[in-house]
Nanobody
Framework: QVQVMESGGGNVQAGGSLRLSCAAN????????MAWYRQPPAKQREFVATWQNYTESVKGRFIITRNDAKNTQYLMMNNLTPEDTGVYYC???????????WGQGTQVTVSS
């Protein structure tokens, strides 16, 4: 059984930083694609970033690093703004024909 676990969310003031972690256990094949999504309040979930691919609004502020041996990926978020507020989810293994595995999400709240 595949388990995906996010951690590292919290409350921060605008301009601050947070580092999210995503760990995947129980995977049969490696490496797998790991990606970050977020769901802002009252909005739909949206893509944030995957390895070397970032949505426009976070480019230059968010950086992904990873440890493939541990199936762990990190999202370093710098210069946060209130618009970055939301629940951040990690997805593992998503393809065109497979939805992938989702974590429970971690809350990020940025205050002005």
């Amino acid at each position: 059984q595949v388990q995906v676990m996010e951690s590292g969310g919290g409350n921060v003031q605008a301009g601050g930083s947070l580092r999210l972690s995503c760990a995947a256990n129980g995977l049969v094949s490696r490496p797998v694609v790991m990606a970050w999504y977020r769901q802002p309040p009252a909005k739909q979930r949206e893509f944030v970033a995957t390895w070397q691919n970032y949505t426009e609004s976070v480019k230059g502020r968010f950086i992904i690093t990873r440890n493939d041996a541990k199936n762990t990926q990190y999202l370093m978020m710098n210069n946060l703004t209130p618009e970055d507020t939301g629940v951040y989810y990690c997805n593992v293994g998503k393809t065109e024909s497979f939805e992938g595995y989702w974590g429970q999400g971690t809350q990020v709240t940025v205050s002005s």
